[in-house]
């Protein structure tokens, strides 16, 4: 993030009042992959969202919030946060804000952060945990639903394996409604996966149209569970399939033909659970 801004406001917060500041310019350049690839920076929008990030040890890069949000004190605490932590801190007017969210009525506060992935090789999964891995994951919102779910049922993390869509785009972020910052995210290549595989101690279950197994029958246990789902169109390709201890098949009464990824996930996901997880009002 380089360049200068329109007016200085007190203390180290830049007041940007145009579309055209060049700081402004480099935060709504990150709507492209390109960007966040290059600069490894993501937008996440929302105060709540921002405060959980920095109380997990997020590093921020800068933090946006609206003009009207000035005298808010979380808000001022935010700043301050991203101030000591090298931060550039903006005050923006509404079309700034709308303009770097491309949306009509933006949330008061938007963050930058650094984006943080897991290196596959450095997983090592334990017994109880449950590991997400997602062939070719091609929705952002379906990518940002999984994470969300992973993150409720206490999954260990999401793998990421092969072309997918990018899980820092805004899309996928506002989907995980701040679960992004929960849950280790890990991203690989097909055969570095495989390879991976190859170690895992624990159970191996594959999410199949033809599954041999109901999900109910699983036999998840205690050990640790890598549970792999689908790409949207095409399913599992028969080298990951290859790979999987088992295939299970959730049973479908109508005329759907399957169930929408992250759904199918989160059915998944409360089965392999269901013993980890409190009873609800317990
Ligand atoms: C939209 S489905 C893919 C449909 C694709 N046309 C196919 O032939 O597999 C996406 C993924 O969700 C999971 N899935 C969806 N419905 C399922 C079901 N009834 N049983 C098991 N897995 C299912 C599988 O992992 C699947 O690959």
Redesign the pocket.
């Known amino acids: 993030m380089s360049g200068g801004g329109e007016t200085r406001a007190p203390g180290r917060v830049k007041e940007v009042t145009s579309l055209a500041n060049p700081l402004v310019k480099d935060i709504r350049a990150l709507a492209l992959k390109k960007f966040r690839d290059q600069q490894r920076a993501f937008m996440a929008e929302g105060l709540k969202l921002v405060i959980d990030a920095l109380d997990a040890g997020w590093t921020i890069r800068a933090l946006v919030f609206a003009k009207n949000a000035r005298d808010n004190p979380a808000v001022q605490k935010a700043a301050a946060r991203t101030v000591a932590a090298g931060g550039l801190v903006l005050e923006a007017s509404e079309k700034v804000l709308s303009g770097i969210t491309r949306r009509d009525n933006p949330q008061m506060v938007v963050g930058v952060f650094e984006q943080r992935l897991v290196p596959l090789v450095s997983i090592r999964p334990k017994a109880g945990d449950v590991w997400v891995a997602l062939?070719r994951v091609r929705d952002p919102g379906n990518l940002g639903t999984v994470i969300r779910t992973a993150d409720a049922v206490g999954a260990a993390g999401v793998i990421l394996v092969g072309e997918t869509t990018d899980p820092f785009s805004i899309e996928a972020v506002r989907a995980t409604m701040g679960s992004i910052f929960a849950v280790p995210l890990a991203k690989t290549a097909v055969d570095a996966f495989l390879a991976w595989r190859r170690d895992f101690s624990g159970l191996v279950i594959?999410?199949?149209?033809k599954?041999a197994v109901d999900?109910r029958k699983g036999g998840y246990g205690e050990g640790p569970v890598l549970l792999?789902?689908?790409?949207?169109?095409?399913?599992?390709p028969d080298s990951l399939a290859a790979a999987c201890d088992r295939l299970?098949?959730?049973?479908?009464a109508g005329r759907a033909?399957?169930?929408?990824?992250a759904?199918?996930?989160g059915?998944?996901l409360y089965e392999i659970r269901r013993a980890a997880l409190p009873e609800a009002g317990s």
Do not use: F
């Open positions: 062939d594959g999410t199949h149209l599954g999900y792999l789902m689908g790409n949207e169109q095409q399913g599992l299970v098949r959730i049973p479908q033909d399957s169930l929408n990824l759904v199918a996930t059915v998944m």
